[in-house]
């Protein structure tokens, strides 16, 4: 599968994100992208040590502080590249399917961790951009 097939495949079946680095601040990044897959149906799992909610959803401090029957899909991380090795070992820990850096975000060594747990790895990649390319403002196709 090539990778553009790939982030589509991910996109598609995508319905619980953990957003690690979630701003309760309308005016973060990770905000708009948080609730522009949340109006499309996945549900949002704002990881973050400073919040207790947002976007109407409890807050965690870690990836493993999310409840076990919570299954994460994708762990969508907004954090500095340096801070995201030991994020991959935790996504790789609670058993998510996806690793995703963020735009901007590049790690070799949070890749190498995640791939060899088994994660599917996407970085420097914005899930919002990469949803409207696909199917604008509208929703993802059902699966059949």
Not at 29 to 35: Q, R
Not at 66 to 81: L, M
Request: hydrophobic share 45%; glycine share 6%; aromatic share 6%.
């Amino acid at each position: 599968m090539q990778f553009e097939e790939i982030v589509t495949a991910v996109l598609e079946q995508a319905k619980v994100v953990a957003v690690v680095g979630l701003s309760s601040n309308p005016e973060r990044p990770s905000y708009g992208v948080a609730k522009f897959l949340q109006e499309r149906g996945c549900r949002i799992i704002p990881v973050n040590p400073q919040i207790h909610e947002v976007l109407g959803e409890p807050a965690y401090p870690s990836l493993q502080a999310i409840p076990r029957e919570i299954v994460v899909d994708v762990v969508d991380v907004f954090r500095r590249a340096p801070d995201t090795p030991p994020v991959a070992a935790e996504a790789v820990a609670i058993g998510a399917k996806v690793l995703w850096l963020q735009l901007g975000i590049v790690s070799p060594e949070a890749a190498t961790i995640a791939s060899a747990g088994g994660l599917t790895v996407i970085m420097d990649r914005c899930m919002k951009i990469e949803w409207e390319a696909r199917w604008g403002t509208g929703s993802a196709p059902a699966q059949a």
